[in-house]
């Protein structure tokens, strides 16, 4: 049974850091492409940032560009999010996905097998 399970969302004031992880299971991880959407209350979830399964490329939207982090550990199963200078409107619920086959876009929901449950983080100003 393939399992995403994401960790680490709270609550930050504007300019604040947190570090999200999505720890998986069930599947051969190594061989997915990885990546965090987020959604909002009342907005379509959106691609964060996504990065291949041999970490040779990462990429990210340009909301978040210079300030969140993407990066995976093969051997722990395990990927980041690293978020700093956090803003109100990073507010939002943020799910981790994996991947494989063909790609509609690496931050397009479509090219995503499987989701995990979701963590929350909230940015007060």
């Known amino acids: 049974q393939v399992q995403l399970v994401e960790s680490g969302g709270g609550s930050v004031q504007d300019g604040g850091s947190l570090r999200l992880s999505c720890a998986v299971s069930?599947?051969?991880?190594?061989?997915?492409?990885m990546a965090w959407f987020r959604q909002a209350p009342g907005k379509e979830r959106e691609g964060v940032a996504a990065?291949?399964?041999?970490?040779?490329?990462?990429y990210y939207d340009d909301s978040v560009k210079g300030r969140f982090t993407i990066s995976r550990d093969n051997a722990k199963n395990t990927l980041y999010l690293q978020m700093s200078g956090l803003k109100p409107e990073d507010t939002a619920t943020y799910y981790c996905?994996?991947?494989?086959?063909?790609?509609?876009?690496?931050?397009?929901?479509?090219?995503?097998?499987?989701w995990g449950q979701g963590t929350q983080v909230t940015v007060s100003s």
């Open positions: 990065i291949l399964s041999d970490r040779s490329f990462a």
């Open positions: 996905a994996a991947g494989r086959g063909t790609s509609y876009g690496l931050l397009n929901t479509k090219s995503y097998n499987y």
């Open positions: 069930g599947y051969t991880y190594r061989d997915y492409y």
